[in-house]
């Protein structure tokens, strides 16, 4: 379990809490952590949602929260991380469509959303970051066609989109890699 005594470290720029077996839901106080650059909580036995809160921690690069059991849908306000150049989320429960806010973190370098229970279509906005080299996709209910704008990205300039993977079952994509 986090404590919530980790709202009292406020010059915390680091917290790897990865594979910890930890349990529990993410304390509200870790929302107060605002100077926090690396939040990396990814293979414990974390659980709940995520906080609108999230979008407190305006200095975040790297949120990895993967394999977990969280659930929901990814609040609006992680746009308002525009320092965020890794969300690593994948093989958890979250659900829903992607939030056009995402569009906002214009430094993101990957997205993993793989294995969880994302809907809809995958929004055209994401081929707006121009710095996103990764999305992974694979094992959602994604439905309709990859838009072409997010296709034409890829390619092997160090600003290009290097790796795009979906199920080709389930969503029409001429370019990309199939799970």
Not at 32 to 57: A, F, P, V, Y
Not at 88 to 109: A, D, I, K, V, Y
């Amino acid at each position: 379990e986090i404590v919530t005594e980790i709202g009292t470290l406020s010059q915390l720029r680091v917290l790897e809490l990865h594979e910890n077996k930890l349990s529990g839901t993410i304390p509200t106080e870790l929302y107060q952590l605002t100077l926090l650059q690396h939040l990396r909580m990814d293979k414990n036995s974390l659980h709940g949602t995520l906080s609108t809160d999230i979008g407190r921690l305006t200095s975040l690069k790297n949120l990895a929260i993967g394999s977990n059991n969280f659930y929901g849908p990814i609040p609006t306000t992680v746009g308002f991380i525009s320092s965020l150049e890794y969300l690593l989320m994948h093989q958890n429960r979250f659900q829903g469509q992607l939030p056009p806010e995402l569009n906002s973190c214009t430094l993101m370098r990957s997205i993993a959303l793989s294995q969880n229970r994302f809907s809809g279509t995958v929004p055209m906005n994401l081929a707006k970051m121009t710095r996103l080299n990764t999305l992974t996709l694979d094992g959602n209910n994604f439905t309709g066609d990859i838009p072409e704008a997010i296709c034409a990205r890829l390619g092997d300039t160090a600003f290009s989109l290097h790796e795009l993977v979906v199920d080709c079952e389930e969503v029409e994509c001429d370019c990309c890699a199939c799970s």
